[in-house]
């Protein structure tokens, strides 16, 4: 393939020759859109009476590599917005009527980003329509903005990998239609390396490994998208939130607390509700008129704290955190887990300062965020959220370049690795996102700063100057895991569960050789040791072989182990038994006296070494 030749071109094409293939089998198929997306593609296709299952995907495979071979030219063709819906009604395809019909009506501003560029128009374009254009190849004609490759024998390497249900332009009162992915790239090594991620990432999976090391659980009773965490998964909380507010609480950040209520007018205020409202839980009371919601976020609280007296100029930076759960309505099909959820637990701060001291403020932020991630073992880049050309933000324009050249130079200054993301601002500011990269090379959003000039002045927050005037303070807001539930996920998938050893919710298992009182009463012995140390553990003194236990603990991926029997009661040293991956190298069958593994295990936890010291 031709090195100017780009990704998602090459998958976008995959897309129009799965649709000509599934034509080519069920001839009065109908079709939906088929953008491409991460790693690959998709088409949503109504086949009527017909039914499809991934026992038809080595035929769609097959003759999708007939058209392929057969090296067909793509076109680009432009009709008249009467001449594409003539074409729609001649080729039977309403789903694509109904979209063209919407476009003559209303033009652009009620399409989504995917229908416009199936409609073969730029996302932006809120001018009069006049033509929308088409990609034919072969036999084969799609409504699309492109781009495509220059022939169909262009397309490399792909595999139909699974379907879904989709309601039609994703409302339930629509037409369901079956959803097709598939993933494409440039060359076979490139394809065989994502299906063997593919296939680890299952194994790593946070859902099956959350249950594997007794985690976290979903109750019906309780409702989906609400995880309820176990005394082991609770530790991985709490350990995590420890290290997240001790990062902050060193540069002066102080704990506040609010209700998980609050009346709809807050966010109409803040400029939430207009956005986001339809997203949200509303509560109910029986006592009065009160509209009330379930919080979404915490920043409109927070001004509230800072609006309760007057500032000074002095007294500010002021910083406030909380880590405290928020809730959001989220679509029963899009829960996943810890990584999508309806109770959002998040690591929230808020500063208020002045705007000579933003740089000063956040680039405190960036060395916390720095400092958390290397802790963690994560890599990561910056993503510099700008806001694009659209009317979705709110605030002066002059304000908002400002605030993008401050945080570019923020993060120029501290050397980091940055790109910029149109488009994936904050509507009331700029963002530094925080990129990490995960064991399997993927790629998700967790810590953001935020920039934000516009919610302090809708709330009328003030402080006195130097000069007498009174001012509006600029609002920085920051999340250092983003979300507890979500970072979970992502950690508990990088590691494979293998947590090191001061986050790992059980850190010794003490096995027992025999259940004879002596060997008891010494495991009880080191167990009090451990106590005194604030160090976890579990005593297995089950009526089980050794290897039994060894194993046990093995698949719990317990870091270290030791074994308790006659020798060891007689001598009082064990040759711990650790974890593969935290070993530094394999000549680490160091025979030690247990208060010294004991003391040696509570100053890596401490610590918080990611690696054995043995």
């Excluded at 409609?119 to 990609?135: A, M």
């Excluded at 002066?396 to 401050?406: F, T």
Aim: proline share 4%; charged share 30%.
């Amino acid at each position: 393939m031709d090195k100017d030749e780009d990704l998602g071109a090459l998958r976008h094409s995959l897309a129009h020759i799965m649709a000509n293939a599934i034509q080519h089998i069920w001839s009065e198929a109908k079709f939906g859109v088929g953008p491409v997306v991460d790693n690959g593609f998709y088409y949503d296709v109504d086949l009527g009476d017909a039914s499809l299952s991934e026992d038809d995907f080595a035929t769609i495979e097959k003759e999708m590599k007939a058209i392929i071979s057969s090296d067909e030219p793509f076109k680009k063709i432009e009709m008249s917005i009467e001449e594409a819906i003539n074409w729609a009604n001649q080729t039977n395809q309403p789903y694509k009527l109904e979209l063209l019909n919407d476009l003559k009506r209303s033009g652009t501003t009620e399409f989504k980003a995917l229908e416009l560029d199936e409609i073969g128009l730029p996302s932006k374009n809120e001018s009069k329509v006049e033509k929308v254009s088409f990609y034919r190849n072969g036999d084969f004609t799609d409504l699309c903005r492109g781009p495509h490759v220059k022939s169909t024998g262009k397309t490399g390497n792909f595999k139909l990998m699974r379907l879904s249900g989709a309601y039609w332009r994703g409302k339930e009162s629509n037409p369901q239609m079956q959803r097709i992915y598939g993933v494409g790239f440039h060359s076979e090594k490139q394809l065989e390396d994502y299906l063997k991620r593919l296939e680890e990432s299952k194994n790593r999976d946070h859902r099956k490994i959350g249950q594997e090391l007794d985690l976290y659980i979903i109750s019906d009773l309780v409702g989906s998208g609400l995880p309820l965490f176990t005394p082991r998964g609770t530790v991985l909380r709490e350990e995590l939130v420890k290290l997240s507010e001790e990062l902050r609480q060193k540069q002066g950040y102080q704990k506040v607390w609010v209700p998980h209520i609050a009346k709809k007018k807050l966010y109409e205020i803040s400029g939430h509700w207009a956005k986001f409202g339809d997203e949200w839980l509303q509560v109910v009371s029986q006592e009065s008129d009160d509209e009330l919601v379930m919080k979404p976020m915490n920043c409109p609280h927070h001004q509230q704290i800072y609006a309760s007296q007057p500032r000074s100029y002095r007294d500010l930076p002021i910083k406030y955190l909380e880590t405290s759960t928020v809730y959001r309505d989220e679509k029963a099909g899009e829960l996943l887990g810890l990584a999508r959820v309806r109770a959002i637990t998040q690591d929230d701060s808020h500063v208020f300062c002045t705007p000579d001291q933003i740089t000063n403020v956040i680039s405190t932020l960036v060395i916390i965020s720095q400092d958390f991630f290397q802790a963690m073992e994560l890599p990561f880049k910056v993503r510099l959220s700008y806001r694009d050309d659209s009317d979705a933000y709110l605030g002066d324009k002059q304000l908002w370049d400002n605030a993008q050249q401050i945080i570019s130079e923020i993060v120029n200054k501290n050397g980091m690795e940055s790109y910029v993301g149109l488009g994936d601002a904050a509507f009331y500011g700029p963002k530094i996102d925080f990129i990490v990269e995960d064991a399997l090379g993927r790629e998700l959003q967790l810590a953001t700063i935020q920039l934000d000039f516009v919610q302090p002045d809708r709330f009328g927050l003030k402080y006195t100057d130097a000069d007498g005037s009174l001012k509006t303070p600029v609002m920085i807001h920051f999340a250092l895991m983003g979300a507890v539930e979500r970072f979970l996920a992502a950690y508990i998938e990088h590691t494979a569960g293998k947590f090191p050893v001061w986050l790992a919710p059980e850190q010794i298992r003490i096995i027992t050789i025999n259940q004879e009182k002596t060997t008891l009463d010494y495991a009880q012995k080191i167990a009090l040791e451990a106590d005194k140390l604030g160090l976890r553990y579990k005593i297995d003194d089950a009526n089980e072989s050794v290897g039994k236990k060894i194993r046990n603990s093995e698949l719990m991926k317990i870091p270290y182990a030791i074994v308790i029997g006659e020798k060891e009661i007689r001598t009082e040293i064990t040759t711990p038994r650790i974890r593969s991956d935290l070993q530094l190298s394999k000549d680490s069958d160091k025979a030690v006296p247990v208060h010294e593994f004991l003391k040696t295990v509570h100053k890596e936890t401490v610590s918080r070494l990611n690696n054995s010291s043995f």
